[in-house]
Structures are given as structure tokens and as C-alpha cells.
């Protein structure tokens, strides 16, 4: 670990806390198996329409038989339409991580408006939001969620919608408490009393001070968004053209792969979730612990 | 991990001893008591039940309202109906009439009520209970929710004498002779103000049929026993049992366990899978359904005004022909359908023998999408720079395409159709809903291509109806549209073959009205998919299928497959208590395992605990 030699000013200093932070974050070996299976996945689900042909998807060009085991020709067997399991878990991994992390980015906006928002200014405007956060903690978000995506035309920006609207007042509530923390802080009172307004306090001040625990807090949300968008693709209300892994589950249920003993068709879209939600779980715990170094000492 | 020498090893068997003694003696009693509380079935040794797997809920048990398959099928069991149809080939049989005549302008039907019925609580079955059920169709909009249609064109039904209904009506009608509808007895129903309201969940249900519906939960099963007082004689099974389950796999698994007897709606994958299994037997049968694509023609009301929002240019029949050029109908049933269905035609499945009609060579529109892409040139649809083709108007030929978003029969037809339009120059974009919203949308015309499809019955009238002018919605709402047609032509046919008696002459008329529908090219018939069930063959020998040729168990139109099902003997001899037996067995294994957890954690602990001392 070379040091930045010399580090002086602010692109030094924040250099040096990334170095830092790296440090911490490497020395736990969950959260370096998470970093690397997610970072696998990512760059084969970016690779997909290079590394396979697309056209393969099409129900009306596929050639395999339906519903074959897993054989040297089709790795993980075919579907219900003669498509390539494999391939199709690949694509899959596409929209759920899409879906996922426009969705737990949605959330993190509200949250973070709604948090900063109602820390900062307190008052009449504090009460109604906290009360409107209250409001979303206490409903159940899948009926929500589900309640939305019957209502609104099924695709994959209402998905994004559904999940993204209840899912934010854990985020909201953070943000407020870590916002009420920074502003008690001598450097905001001077900010302030040097007439600075609410845009720089916020913007300038109070915002890079929250941001790393959003960012944290963000990371944890994509694992709990993309389970949420395979459970409302599960139910049938995803767009059943769109291929991910809770639809591919869902037409393994529809076409009756249970009773085939269709193992290939349920599993590789299952372990696809698991992996991919405990890789960002694992992810998030510890950027928690490096942004945060008051849960350093608890976790050793 | 020293462990005290001397005390625990002496401590731990007793401390086991003592609990699983204890447990034991606590679990016996229990499981005595449940063999006891089931003895009433296993002691009436040697009675069948007959358990039927269903994946639909029952919308209503009141015989006015309900119209779900899983309904109508529970109300033929437990109702009368005048006439039914017979289990061989769909011909119409005596039913609760004997006989039947008509006046010579056949404006007037004579019904001869069977004599010596009685319903199940001892009151005898009379004219008047018919006359009373039609006319409160008649008179009470809500009753006529389920079956409205039949008694539309009803002047008058009376009951002369306690063997006798005449029924009038307004012009001609050649479905007089099939009216399915329910009859109810009038001293239970009369009390009844409300029948919107009435659930009729009283049980067991006062009715008259082979069966009487005993015990309800909703969501659960619906329990019938057989009527040993049934005209016909008594059904062979003593009970029926419908089950629901939430999904088919479910259902499925439940058949190869032994649970139940008999499953319905299977999958061609899920019928696969159940062949050459242990025990179990698979009946393919041919199905009474029609899929269908629904293209939006000029959608209008009854008063002639345009409504919804189909596109302009699917008002050109040459646009609508074009496109079923376009479909690989062989495809469809051999990908979608796994081979197991029959390649759209006319309009009436080939279940149906008589009025099954498939465009001859000439008139027939083969898949090629050179020839569709042809026409679509010659009509004068250009594509244009970037391959789209666009109307007259310039708008591009871009359709929404309504699906059922739980179907993933609607999710391949979708796919397939969406790629082999864009070989047209032809947009399609998929558009999947929930059930109610296709309903919605295909009422209001609100869709440019919709999937549709209906279960015919052996009389072809209702629909055939479903195209008539007459049938498209009301200003004010209500109306049970299908494609809009409302083709002149096709109304004259339509009327034409519901004044026609002669069967022949029918028949002719019928083939002429769908060769007219198949012209017009408003609703493309893709296939008529097979009812696929499967049954338990080591408690049912077989059943009688509808029609006897390529039949089928459940969806009858009558009550032939559970009336005349043939339990074996193995059946016969297992007592109905097995089911009980197993529980005990399950709760005293139970038992002992937690016996030996608890024995060995307070092993442990007394362990622990010596061990600190």
C-alpha cells in the first residue's frame, strides 16, 4: 500500500481516505468475494449481446427441443420453447440488475430529498414529511407494489416505480438523522453565520457529509430492490416478453417445469438471485463499516 | 470438553427416559381420538369418493349468477335442466322433460315435466317450478345475470297444470330445445328478495340431480353426496369432492400421491411428464375452446357511433387478410401448444362434427409472408426509408396488441406474432394486462389486436351471436361483444339459422355464416387447443367421456363423466379412513422426535449445570 506522497489539499486528502477505506475494505473476505462475483457479473451481463447472439432468444428462431436436460449442446438444458437456459439466466442477470439498481437509485433520491429536507428546514415542513414517511414505513411495500404494477401498464418502468415508491423511508429516515448529527457541527453554525443560505448549507456542506452512508444504505437497497423485482416478476406482473429471473421462475411454475422435474429450468434463475443479492449484501455491510468507523470495533 | 464422570451418564437416560415416557403417553390419547373422530367414514367401509382437482373458484353457488366453468359444472350436478345432452355424440336428450312439441308457427314450445321427481328435501318437482324459474329471469334483471340470453326472446311461460310448461317466444327459435338452464324450486327460492345478494350457501343445497352439495369452503372444496332418489338411478360414486389448488404443478403433484383422483387444465409439458407414471391414466381430449386474435374492425356501439381506439387501418379488410397471411398457424400449435391442439379453421371447434367447417383451397389464406407483404403493397401501404409501412394518411401501421398477462399461451402467441409482423413492415407492441382489463378494453374497443377465445357449446347459436350487430355494447354499457364485426351479410345468416329447424339446412347456414366470418377476417381463429386430464387408474377403472370419441372427463356439457364414473375395486375395499390413520401416525412420530430433542437438550443442560458445579 504506497501512500500518495505528500498528500496536501482537498484531492490529497480524499486520495488518502479512499486509500484508507480500501484498506479496511480489504481486509474482510466477504466483502472481497462480493466485490468480485458482482464485478464478474456485471461485466458478463454488460458482454451479453457482444459474447451471445440475441437472436437465440427469439421464441420464433429458437431450434432446441423443450424442456431438454442439461446436455455438452445446451449447458444448462432449454425451456419450455426450446430456448437455451443458460443463455437465458444470462439475459436474465441484464434486467435484474438494470431493474434493481434504477430501482433502489429511485428510492435513494426520495429518501435523501425527503431526509435532508426534513432535517434542514424542521418545523410544520419536518412534521408533514416525517409523518408521510411514517405513512410508507407502516404499509406493507408489496401490496403497494403490487397495487401499482395492476394499476399502471405493465413494463419495466412501472416495476422500477413500484419498488423505487416504497422503498424509501428506511432511506429517508437515515438521512434525517445523519443530517440532524452534521448540522449541530461548528463549521455549518459558521457557514451560517457567514451567511451562507440554505442551497450551499445543503449542497455544499451538509450533502458530501451524508452522502457515503447514502451510499452505503443505497447498496444494501439494490440486494432487498432486486429480490422485490423477482417476486412482483414471480406473481405475474412483470412484462412476460422481458426476460429476467422472476419471470424466468414464473414460466417454470406457468408451463408446469415442477412436475417435469425441470431442475435446470428452476435452479440457475434462483441461485442467480441468491448470489447476486448476498454479493451486494455482503458489499454494502462493509462499505457500512468503512464509511462509518464507529462499527469497526463491533464487528471484530 | 471434560464431562463430570460420574454424574451425567446416569442423569441423561433417566432425565430421556422420563420425558419420552411422559410424551408418549400424551400422544396416544391424541391420536386415538383423531381414528375416532374419522370413524364415521372408514366404518362405512367400502364407500367412494371421488376427489376432483379444479384451479378455478367456484364465482357463485347461486344457479342465477354463477357462470365460471367450475360453477356450471357443480350446477348441472345439483340442478335440473329441461333437456341435457347426451354423453355419445351431443345429441339432445330427456331430461327433467320427457317430451317436448312445438306449435306449427313454432312460436309455442310444450315442455311434458317428468312425473314422481322429487327435490331433496321430499317436495315433488312440478311445472311450476319451471315456469317460476324462467320467469324470474324474466322479471328480476339480477336473476338473469348467468343465463339471461335464453329467455331473451321469451313472451311468456306458464304452467297449465303441475306436467306442463308452455313457453312462448317472439320469433323463431331453433335453441329451444337446449335451454341449459338451471331449474329451482320455487318454495325455497320465493323467499329469496334479493338474488344479487343470495349466496345460497345453505347446506346442503335443496336441488335435484345425481348429486347434493353437502359441505362448502370457500377456496377449499365443495363436498356432494350421491342421490340415492336420483330418476335415473344412483351415481356409482357416493361422494364428489371438487379441490381447489392454487396452481396446476400443485394439483399435479396432489394426483401422484394418490390425493386426489382426478386433474384438469394440464399443461402439454405437465401431460408429458405424467406419462407411463405409476397408476395414472391420461385422457386427451378434443376441446370445446377457440383461441383467437381479435382485430379491431371500426369498433362501434349498438347505436352505430364509433368508440374505442382501433386503428384506421385495420378497418381495411385487406390489411386484416394480410396479417392472417402472416401467422404460421402449424407453428403455433406445435410450439405453443406442444403439438397438442388442432389448427384453427372456420370458427366452431372440431369437436363438433357437424358444424366444424374449414375453408375449402380456394378461399383458404396459406402462411407466406411474400404473399402478405404483396397484398400489402397492392392495398396501398408503402414501406417506408426505414422499412415501416405506413396508411394513406401517412400514419405508420403501428398496433397495440392486448394480452392476458397471466397466460404464458398469450406471452409465445405474442412473441411469435410480434416477429412475424415486423417482417411486414408492421409494428407490433405487446401489451399485457390483467384478465379484467382485457374484458375492459375488448368491450370498450380500446385495442388495435386482441386475444380472445370461448368455450362453444354442442349448440352453436351463442356464439355465433358474439358477431352479430346485435351484440355489440350499449350506449349505457353492457353487451358481450367479441369482434365487432356487424356485417349485414353475416346477421341475415345468423337469424336466418336460428329460425331453421331442419338440421341439415342448419348445418348449411351455419357453414355459411362462418365462411362469411372467415371472409371478413375480423377474428383469426389460431387453434382450438385440447382439454388435456389425467386420473388416477388404480381407484377408477374409466369414466364416460363426452362424446365418446376423443371425449372428455370434467368439461362436459352434462353430468355424464362424474354420474357413470367406474371406481375399481381396490378403491371400493380401502376404507376411508387412511387419510386419519396417516395424521396419527404423522403426530405420534412427531412426538417421539420431540421427545428425543427436548430428552437431549435437558440431557445437556443438566450436563452443563452439574459441570459448573
Known amino acids: ?300 | 470438553m471434560g464431562v463430570g464422570p460420574s454424574g451425567a451418564p446416569r442423569a441423561a437416560p433417566r432425565a430421556l427416559l422420563l420425558i419420552l415416557t411422559l410424551l408418549l403417553a400424551a400422544a396416544v390419547p391424541a391420536a386415538g381420538q383423531s381414528t375416532r373422530s374419522a370413524s364415521p367414514e372408514a366404518d362405512s367401509g367400502g364407500e367412494v369418493t371421488l376427489r376432483v382437482g379444479i384451479q378455478q373458484e367456484f364465482d357463485s353457488l347461486n344457479p342465477f349468477l354463477g357462470f365460471s366453468l367450475a360453477s356450471t359444472s357443480v350446477f348441472r350436478l345439483i340442478y335440473p335442466t329441461l333437456t341435457t345432452y347426451g354423453a355419445e355424440d351431443f345429441s339432445v336428450v330427456p331430461e327433467l322433460a320427457t317430451d317436448w312439441k312445438s306449435s306449427a308457427d313454432k312460436l309455442s314450445w310444450t315442455f311434458h315435466i317428468r312425473q314422481g321427481v322429487h327435490w331433496s328435501d321430499g317436495e315433488p318437482v312440478t311445472a311450476g317450478d319451471v315456469a317460476y324459474t324462467f320467469n324470474r329471469m324474466m322479471d328480476d334483471p339480477a336473476a338473469a345475470t348467468a343465463n339471461g340470453n335464453y329467455v331473451e326472446g321469451f313472451t311468456s311461460v306458464t304452467a297449465p297444470d303441475d306436467r306442463t310448461v308452455v313457453i312462448r317466444t317472439t320469433s323463431p327459435q331453433a335453441t329451444m330445445r337446449s335451454i341449459a338452464v338451471p331449474i329451482v324450486p320455487e318454495h325455497v327460492w320465493s323467499s329469496v328478495d334479493d338474488v344479487a345478494e343470495f349466496a345460497n350457501q345453505r347446506m346442503p343445497i335443496v336441488g335435484n340431480g345425481p348429486f347434493i352439495a353437502t359441505e362448502y369452503r370457500p377456496q377449499q372444496f365443495l363436498t356432494l353426496r350421491a342421490n340415492e332418489d336420483f330418476w335415473r338411478g344412483t351415481p356409482n360414486v357416493d361422494r364428489l369432492r371438487f379441490v381447489n389448488f392454487e396452481n396446476s404443478d400443485a394439483a399435479v403433484q396432489a394426483l401422484r400421491k394418490g390425493e386426489i383422483d382426478v386433474v384438469r387444465d394440464l399443461t402439454p409439458t405437465q401431460f408429458d411428464a405424467l406419462r407411463g407414471a405409476e397408476n395414472i391414466r391420461r385422457v386427451r381430449g378434443k376441446g370445446r375452446r377457440f383461441y383467437e386474435i381479435v382485430l379491431n374492425p371500426g369498433a362501434a356501439n349498438s347505436a352505430g357511433e364509433p368508440i374505442g381506439t382501433g386503428h384506421p387501418a385495420l378497418r381495411d379488410p385487406r390489411v386484416r387478410r394480410a396479417i392472417d397471411r402472416a401467422i404460421d398457424r402449424e407453428v403455433l400449435v406445435e410450439r405453443v401448444l406442444g403439438g397438442y391442439g388442432t389448427v384453427g379453421a372456420g370458427y366452431l371447434p372440431p369437436i363438433f362434427e357437424d358444424y366444424y367447417w374449414t375453408p375449402p383451397p380456394r378461399a383458404r389464406r396459406p402462411f407466406s409472408i411474400e404473399s402478405a407483404n404483396r397484398a400489402l403493397d397492392e392495398a396501398g401501404y408503402p414501406r417506408g426509408p426505414d422499412g415501416a409501412r405506413h396508411g394513406p394518411a401517412g400514419r405508420p401501421l403501428d398496433f397495440e396488441f392486448v394480452l392476458h398477462g397471466d397466460s404464458s399461451t398469450d406471452a409465445l402467441v405474442g412473441e411469435f406474432v410480434k416477429e412475424w409482423l415486423s417482417r411486414l413492415g408492421i409494428r407490433v407492441r405487446l401489451r399485457p394486462v390483467s384478465d379484467n382489463q382485457v374484458n375492459q378494453r375488448t368491450t370498450a374497443g380500446d385495442f388495435d389486436m386482441v386475444v380472445s377465445g370461448w368455450s362453444v357449446n354442442p349448440d352453436p347459436d351463442y356464439v355465433l351471436r358474439l358477431q352479430t350487430c346485435g351484440a355489440r355494447p350499449k350506449p349505457g354499457g353492457g353487451g358481450l361483444p367479441d369482434s365487432f364485426l356487424c356485417d349485414r351479410r353475416y346477421d341475415e345468416l345468423y337469424a336466418r339459422q336460428l329460425a331453421e329447424f331442419d338440421h341439415s339446412e342448419r348445418v348449411e347456414l351455419v357453414e355459411r355464416a362462418q365462411r362469411r366470418f372467415h371472409r371478413m377476417a375480423t377474428g383469426l381463429i389460431l387453434f382450438y387447443p385440447n382439454a388435456l386430464e389425467a386420473y388416477r387408474s388404480d381407484r377408477f377403472a374409466g369414466f364416460m367421456l363426452q362424446p365418446t370419441e376423443g371425449g372428455v372427463i370434467t368439461a362436459q356439457q352434462g353430468y355424464w363423466g362424474y354420474y357413470r364414473a367406474r371406481p375399481t375395486e381396490q378403491a371400493r375395499a380401502a376404507s376411508g379412513g387412511a387419510g386419519y390413520r396417516s395424521a396419527a401416525f404423522v403426530i405420534v412420530g412427531v412426538a417421539l422426535l420431540g421427545a428425543v430433542v427436548l430428552a437431549s437438550v435437558a440431557a445437556r443442560r443438566r450436563r452443563t449445570a452439574e459441570h459448573r458445579e
Open chain 1, 1 to 300: 500500500m504506497s501512500a500518495p506522497p505528500n498528500p496536501t489539499g482537498a484531492a490529497g486528502r480524499r486520495l488518502a481516505a479512499l486509500a484508507e477505506g480500501w484498506r479496511v475494505y480489504r481486509a474482510d473476505r466477504g466483502g472481497l468475494f462480493g466485490l468480485a462475483v458482482l464485478s464478474l457479473v456485471v461485466v458478463l451481463a454488460l458482454l451479453a449481446p457482444v459474447l451471445t447472439p440475441p437472436a437465440e432468444l427469439d421464441v420464433t428462431r429458437a431450434g432446441g427441443a423443450p424442456l431438454r436436460p442439461p446436455s455438452a449442446e445446451n449447458w444448462l438444458g432449454t425451456d419450455e420453447s426450446g430456448r437455451s437456459v443458460l443463455l437465458l439466466t444470462w439475459w436474465g442477470a441484464r434486467m435484474s440488475l438494470l431493474v434493481g439498481l434504477s430501482a433502489a437509485v429511485l428510492s435513494m433520491l426520495i429518501g435523501t430529498v425527503v431526509g435532508l429536507v426534513a432535517a434542514h428546514f424542521g418545523g410544520w415542513v419536518s412534521t408533514l414529511l416525517l409523518r408521510l414517511t411514517d405513512f410508507f414505513l407502516v404499509l406493507p411495500a408489496l401490496v403497494l407494489a403490487i397495487a401499482l404494477s395492476t394499476v399502471l401498464s405493465r413494463g419495466v418502468l412501472t416495476i422500477v416505480l413500484a419498488i423505487g415508491v416504497t422503498s424509501w423511508p428506511q432511506t429517508a429516515r437515515l438521512v434525517r438523522a445523519q443530517t440532524l448529527t452534521v448540522e449541530t457541527r461548528p463549521y455549518i453554525e459558521r457557514a451560517r453565520a457567514l451567511g451562507g443560505g440554505h442551497r450551499h448549507l445543503l449542497g455544499k456542506h451538509v450533502l458530501p457529509a451524508v452522502l457515503p452512508l447514502v451510499f452505503a444504505t443505497t447498496t444494501l437497497t439494490v440486494a432487498s430492490a432486486i429480490i422485490a423485482e423477482s417476486t412482483l416478476s414471480f406473481l405475474g406482473l412483470g412484462d412476460p416478453a422481458m426476460i429476467s429471473w422472476g419471470s424466468m421462475l414464473k414460466s417454470a411454475m406457468d408451463t408446469g417445469a415442477v412436475t417435469a422435474g425441470a431442475w435446470w429450468y428452476l435452479l440457475p434463475p434462483g441461485l442467480g438471485i441468491a448470489v447476486v443479492v448476498l454479493s451486494f449484501t455482503l458489499c454494502g455491510r462493509v462499505l457500512e463499516t468503512v464509511l462509518n468507523p464507529r462499527l469497526r470495533g463491533e464487528r471484530r
